[in-house]
């Protein structure tokens, strides 16, 4: 399967939640995840009400993130952001659940 009809998937069930999808660019940031996840949900983290964000890297059936990209999704992990790598259908629907 193509990246494309997993990031066309996302869009789809994360818009079913009434949460955005927003595709981003980094400028001098390689390795940073291509996808924001926004969700309507409220979590609690200290006492305080946060909403729900997921950065997302997608990719192809049977494709892994590369080196440059572990590295910068674990120095964006370290910093208390939630980052994932999803290359089906199957993916999406174990984040979204």
């Known amino acids: 399967m193509r990246e494309s009809d997993v990031e066309k ?3 789809k069930r994360v818009r079913e939640l009434g949460g955005e999808v927003r595709k981003v660019q980094w400028v001098g940031r ?3 995840p291509d996808r924001l ?3 309507p ?3 609690y983290v ?3 009400a946060t909403q729900t964000t997921i ?3 997608l990719k192809a059936s049977g494709q892994k993130a590369k080196p440059h990209q572990l590295r ?3 120095r964006m992990q370290a910093m208390g952001q939630r980052v994932v790598v999803i290359d089906s259908i ?3 629907e174990e984040l979204l659940s």
């Open 9 to 11: 998937h996302l869009v």
């Open 72 to 74: 910068e999704h674990a």
């Open 46 to 48: 200290g006492g305080h």
């Open 37 to 39: 996840v926004m969700l």
């Open 41 to 43: 949900y409220m979590t």
């Open 90 to 92: 199957d993916g999406v």
């Open 55 to 57: 950065w997302v890297e």
């Open 30 to 32: 390689n390795g940073a």
